[in-house]
C-alpha cells in the first residue's frame, strides 16, 4: 500500500477526522442556504397590500373575464359556456347578493345580451345559449321549463348539435338525474372541442360505477389525456383492464419522476446507498453499472405492486377499535407481506446468473440492490407529499431497512433454490420473519404507537436487520474486506452532503431559514440509528 492510499485508509477511520469533514459539509450547506435565501427576490413581499379575500377574488376574476367576453377578437362561445357554468356555481357561495334579472339579463352590474351576441356564431347557437342561462339562473317558473325542454330537444337532434348535450347534462346533473346527464355527457363529448363534457363524463362515470361508459371512455385517448391519472387507475379497478391500469400507474410515477426538487434527493439517497453496498461487497471493473440493473427492477416492483393493489383495492382498514395485535396484524398482511413478496418476485429474475456465481455474499447485494430501487422510488412520494425534510430520516431507515429487508430474504431464496428446495424451513422462516418485521417498523411509527410507547420497536428492528445483513453482505473474499476507504466513510460523508442539500432544498421550498431548522431536527431525531449503524461497520 502506497503512501498516500495508506493516508487514505487511517483517515478514512479516524472518528476525528469524519467529524470535521461531516461537519464542514453541514455547514458548507447551512452557509448556501443563507446566501440563496438572502439573494433571493422576495417577490410576495409587498403581496400584503393587495391581498383580497377569496369571494372578493372570485367576484373580480368574474368581472374580468365578462370584461375579455364583451369585446372578443372573435366569437368564444367555449369560454362564455365555462363562464356561465362557473357563475353559477359559485353565485350563492361567493356573491350572495348577486341575482340574475330575467328581464333585463344583467347578473349584479354584468350585461348577458352583449356577452351572447357577441359570442355566439348564429341566431340558433344564441338561443341556445340564451335557454342555458335561463335554465342556470332561473330556480323555477313556465319559462325556466321551456327553456329546458327546448335544451333537451336540441340535445336528442341528430346531427349532433354543439353544446347542446353540455347544456343539458348540466341543467340534469342540477336536479339529480346523474344516469340522464352521463347519457347527455357521453352525446356531447363526440365534439373534439369538448374538453368539458368529457371530464365530466368520466366524473359521473366513475361515481355511478358505469363499467361500460368507463369503457367507452377510455377507448377513446383524447379523454385519456384531459383525465387525471388517479382517476383512470379507479376507471380500470371498475372494468379490470390491466393494461389500462399499467399505464396509468406508469404516468403517475413518470409525475413523480419529473420534479425537480424531489428526483434530485431521491437520487441522491440512494446513490449513498448504492455507492456503500457496491463499494463495500463486491468487486471487479464493471460492477457499477452490473447492479444498477438490480436497482431498475427494484423500481418496476413498486409499479407492480401499485397495479396489484389499486385493482384489488387491498389496504389497512380503518378502525379506530383495533387493538395493538390487530393493527400489527394488519401491518403484516396489508404492508409488510405484499411488498416483501413482490420484491422477492423481481429479485427472483436474478437468480440463473447468482447460481451460476456461486455467491451468497453476491446474492445478498443484488437482492439489497432490489429493496433498494423500491426505497428510492418510494421516497419520491414523501419528498412530494411531506417536503425535502423527509430525506434525512428516509435515508437512515427507510432506505436502509428496505435494502436489509429485501438482503435477508433474497439471501433465504437464494439458499433455497441453491439446495433444490431442501430449505425451505429456513426460507419460510426468513420471509415471515422480514415481513414481521416490516409491519412492525410501520406500526413503530404510528400514533398508536406513540401512544402506547412502542415507537422505539422501530429502532430495534433497524439494529436487528443491520447486524444481520451487514453480515451476510461480508465478500467471501478477504480482500474485498480491507478496501482503501472504509465504508463507514462513505456512509457519513454521503449523508453529511444529503444533510447539506436537503437544507437548501427545504430553505428553497420554504422561503425561509427555518427549513434549515427543520432539517437539523430531523437529523437530530434519526441520528441514534446512524450511530447504529456505524457501530455495525466496525471500522472506527
Known amino acids: 500500500m502506497t503512501s498516500n492510499r495508506a493516508r487514505i485508509y487511517h483517515l478514512s477511520r479516524d472518528a476525528g477526522f469524519l467529524w470535521r469533514i461531516c461537519g464542514g459539509i453541514i455547514v458548507a450547506g447551512l452557509v448556501m442556504a443563507g446566501i440563496m435565501q438572502s439573494l433571493r427576490q422576495d417577490a410576495g413581499k409587498n403581496a400584503g397590500d393587495f391581498l383580497v379575500s377569496y369571494p372578493r377574488e372570485w367576484q373580480?376574476?368574474?368581472?374580468?373575464?365578462?370584461g375579455e367576453l364583451a369585446a372578443p377578437a372573435m366569437p368564444q362561445p367555449a369560454l362564455l359556456a365555462a363562464w356561465l357554468s362557473e357563475m353559477q356555481r359559485g353565485m350563492k357561495r361567493e356573491a350572495p347578493g348577486w341575482q340574475f334579472d330575467d328581464v333585463t339579463w344583467l347578473i349584479h352590474d354584468m350585461e348577458l345580451i352583449p356577452l351572447l351576441q357577441k359570442n355566439t356564431v348564429s341566431n340558433s347557437q344564441r338561443e341556445l345559449f340564451s335557454d342555458y342561462a335561463l335554465g342556470l339562473f332561473l330556480e323555477k317558473g313556465d319559462v325556466r321549463s321551456s327553456a329546458l325542454l327546448r335544451i333537451h330537444e336540441a340535445a336528442l337532434r341528430e346531427p349532433v348539435v354543439r353544446f347542446a348535450g353540455g347544456f343539458n347534462g348540466d341543467l340534469l346533473l342540477f336536479e339529480g338525474k346523474r344516469k340522464e346527464a352521463l347519457a347527455a355527457y357521453l352525446r356531447e363529448g363526440r365534439f373534439d372541442e369538448a374538453h368539458e363534457a368529457r371530464r365530466s363524463a368520466f366524473s359521473l362515470a366513475l361515481s355511478l360505477e358505469d363499467a361500460d361508459a368507463l369503457r367507452f371512455l377510455c377507448a377513446d385517448a383524447r379523454c385519456l389525456n384531459e383525465t387525471g391519472s388517479g382517476s383512470v387507475i379507479r376507471a380500470a379497478r371498475i372494468t379490470g383492464d390491466w393494461w389500462l391500469m399499467l399505464r396509468a400507474v406508469a404516468k403517475v410515477q413518470w409525475l413523480c419522476w419529473s420534479q425537480t426538487l424531489a428526483l434530485p434527493l431521491a437520487l441522491l439517497a440512494a446513490g449513498v446507498w448504492y455507492l456503500?453496498?457496491?463499494?463495500?461487497g463486491s468487486g471487479g471493473r464493471w460492477r457499477w453499472i452490473h447492479y444498477l440493473s438490480p436497482v431498475f427492477a427494484g423500481v418496476m416492483s413498486v409499479w407492480l405492486l401499485e397495479c396489484w393493489m389499486e385493482a384489488h383495492q387491498y389496504g389497512i382498514n380503518s378502525d379506530d377499535q383495533k387493538t395493538m395485535g390487530h393493527e400489527i396484524f394488519q401491518?403484516?398482511?396489508?404492508?409488510?407481506?405484499?411488498?416483501?413478496s413482490v420484491k422477492l418476485?423481481?429479485?427472483?429474475?436474478f437468480?440463473?446468473?447468482?447460481?451460476?456465481?456461486?455467491?451468497?455474499?453476491?446474492?445478498a447485494l443484488t437482492a439489497g440492490c432490489v429493496g433498494l430501487g423500491f426505497a428510492?422510488?418510494?421516497?419520491?412520494?414523501?419528498?412530494l407529499h411531506e417536503g425535502?425534510?423527509?430525506?434525512?430520516?428516509?435515508?437512515?431507515?427507510?432506505?436502509f431497512l428496505h435494502v436489509t429487508l429485501t438482503g435477508v430474504a433474497g439471501s433465504a431464496l437464494y439458499e433455497l433454490v441453491r439446495s433444490r428446495f431442501h430449505r425451505a424451513a429456513e426460507f419460510l422462516v426468513a420471509f415471515l420473519g422480514v415481513s414481521i418485521a416490516h409491519g412492525v417498523y410501520d406500526f413503530a411509527t404510528t400514533p398508536s404507537a406513540q401512544v402506547l410507547g412502542v415507537e422505539l420497536a422501530g429502532i430495534i428492528v433497524l439494529a436487528v436487520m443491520a447486524r444481520i445483513y451487514l453480515d451476510l453482505l461480508k465478500p467471501e473474499d478477504g480482500e474485498l474486506r480491507q478496501r482503501t476507504l472504509s465504508a463507514t466513510s462513505v456512509f457519513c460523508t454521503g449523508s453529511a452532503l444529503l444533510v447539506a442539500v436537503t437544507i437548501m432544498v427545504t430553505v428553497w421550498q420554504m422561503d425561509s431559514m427555518s427549513g434549515a431548522t427543520e432539517a437539523l431536527r430531523s437529523l437530530i431525531s434519526v441520528f441514534p440509528v446512524a450511530l447504529i449503524y456505524i457501530r455495525e461497520f466496525r471500522e472506527l
Not at 373580480?60 to 365578462?66: C, E, I, V, Y
Not at 401491518?331 to 416483501?340: A, D, I, K, L, S
Open 60 to 66: 373580480l376574476r368574474m368581472k374580468s373575464r365578462a
Open 376 to 383: 428510492f422510488d418510494e421516497n419520491l412520494g414523501y419528498y
Open 276 to 280: 456503500l453496498l457496491v463499494y463495500t
Open 331 to 340: 401491518w403484516v398482511m396489508y404492508v409488510g407481506v405484499p411488498e416483501e
Open 388 to 399: 425535502g425534510q423527509v430525506a434525512i430520516g428516509r435515508l437512515i431507515t427507510a432506505n
Open 345 to 349: 418476485a423481481l429479485f427472483a429474475i
Open 351 to 363: 437468480l440463473p446468473l447468482l447460481l451460476r456465481q456461486g455467491s451468497a455474499s453476491k446474492a
